[in-house]
């Protein structure tokens, strides 16, 4: 099992539906693919994380790196893992809109126990505040 993290940014804002549309469609591939994962979205910028076996992963990259709605996907990590972080998770989402995204981030992670992780979407916050 592999665990795959990325950034991207998408070409316009984002609204609900177009999220919406991403998960349904995000949800329906994982099941079939057998991942689960986490998708958190700031601004313009997506961050997700994907995890399961190495051929879903790959499906799963290559589809989201032919998905026009976005550019500059940069692979943060991509490593073998013992256990999910987010099982039971088809697809989970967040879409912050002005929110404490400092709070929110860290309620997603404080389970976590992978201190990389965790380290990735405070980055992510990080990096929304300076576009912002």
């Not at 950034?7 to 591939?29: A, E, G, H, W, Y």
Request: aromatic share 6%.
């Amino acid at each position: 099992m592999e665990r795959i993290v990325y950034i991207s940014t998408c070409r316009t804002d984002p609204d609900r539906d177009m999220v919406q549309d991403i998960l349904r469609t995000s949800r329906r591939n994982n099941r079939q693919d057998d991942l689960t994962g986490l998708l958190v979205v700031g601004g313009r910028r997506f961050l997700q994380v994907l995890e399961g076996p190495t051929a879903g992963i790959d499906a799963a990259y290559e589809r989201i790196k032919a998905d026009p709605r976005h550019f500059a996907l940069v692979e943060l990590s991509r490593r073998p893992v013992a256990a999910r972080a987010f099982a039971g998770w088809n697809m989970g989402c967040e879409q912050i809109d002005g929110e404490d995204m400092t709070g929110l981030v860290d309620r997603l992670t404080e389970k976590l126990g992978d201190a990389t992780l965790q380290a990735q979407f405070r980055s992510f916050v990080a990096l929304h505040r300076t576009a912002a």
